[in-house]
């Protein structure tokens, strides 16, 4: 996807990964690998604008038995979901965490983990959102979530 001058795209998505987020946010290593802002050419009525992040491995982050803990999962989703806002809002706007509701099917060992985020609907203070987290290794479900946010004022 080509970014346009004046848009804000997987750089500046990148940089506000690493500025907006509390320090121990910043120590789970995330990384932007996509950032979906406009739909691409031909896409569908059901696109949605969104980011797909990565969560590396480590072991920092297994509970006992070597499988990666909730709260992790939990919290990369969250996060995942703010960088998701970014893409539907072309840009910053300060929002916080309103709900997060998650479903765990599977265990996750020893594999970096990744969040699809999807804004499903966007409203001027409101956004509905839901992340699916894969693992790395073979690409299938871990957990599915689905959230809302408010967006602030300023």
């Not at 290593?29 to 480590?58: H, I, K, M, T, Y």
């Not at 999962?73 to 997060?100: E, H, P, S, W």
Request: net charge neutral; with cysteine; hydrophobic share 50%.
């Amino acid at each position: 996807m080509q970014q346009q001058a004046g848009e804000f795209g997987i750089e500046d998505a990148r940089r506000a990964l690493g500025e907006i987020f509390a320090p121990w946010v910043q120590d789970l290593n995330l990384a932007v690998e996509q950032f979906d802002f406009a739909a691409p050419p031909g896409g569908g009525a059901d696109w949605q604008p969104g980011a797909v992040l990565r969560l590396p491995f480590s072991e920092r982050l297994c509970r006992s038995g070597g499988t990666v803990s909730g709260q992790a999962l939990m919290a990369f989703a969250d996060t995942a979901m703010v960088i998701a806002n970014l893409a539907a809002n072309k840009g910053y706007r300060a929002m916080t965490t309103v709900d997060q509701t998650t479903h765990f099917m599977r265990a996750v060992t020893a594999s970096d983990v990744l969040a699809d985020a999807r804004v499903v609907r966007l409203g001027r203070t409101m956004s509905f959102g839901r992340v699916t987290l894969l693992s790395a290794a073979d690409n299938k479900p871990v957990a599915m979530v689905s959230s809302a946010f408010a967006m602030l004022p300023g």
